[in-house]
């Protein structure tokens, strides 16, 4: 996707930064895509961006090694990844050059909109006393 520049948009978690890195909008050179904070372009929420995408990185890549690290592990770092769409979102607003756009603003409420509601409901929701907050989901095996 070109933008009116005729610059690469990106458009997915690895397009800025290697657009960043050698393309035709800002250079900001190895460092200041892969470390956070360091870069001169909205240092702030460029940062944010880098950590989520670094947090990301390692929530996607656990899943090859849930079998070594145990299922109990693997539902907690996946706590995560709430942070990793809030800092993609915080990111996205204050780093984004298509930040104050109708259509981006459309599709940050659209989907930012139903996770918070389901987020609150599920912080709020009370349980039973003498039971946790979690019920166990049976197995597929157990449902029939």
């Known amino acids: 996707e070109l933008d009116a520049d005729g610059g690469d948009r990106g458009g997915t978690l690895g397009g800025p930064p290697l657009r960043w890195a050698g393309g035709s909008h800002p250079r900001q050179g190895l460092s200041g895509v892969a470390i956070p904070f360091e870069t001169s372009y909205r240092s702030f929420w460029t940062g944010l961006g880098i950590v989520g995408g670094y947090l990301a990185a390692v ?60 987020t609150a409901l599920r912080w709020l929701s009370t349980s039973e006393p003498g039971q946790g907050r979690r019920r166990r989901i049976p197995l597929p095996s157990e449902q029939f």
């Open 59 to 118: 929530l996607g890549l656990s899943f090859y090694i849930r079998g070594w690290i145990g299922p109990k592990l693997w539902r907690q770092l996946h706590r995560w990844t709430l942070v990793v769409f809030v800092l993609g979102v915080i990111h996205t607003i204050g780093a984004g050059t298509d930040a104050g756009t109708l259509w981006l603003t459309a599709i940050l409420v659209a989907t930012a909109t139903p996770i918070a509601l389901l």
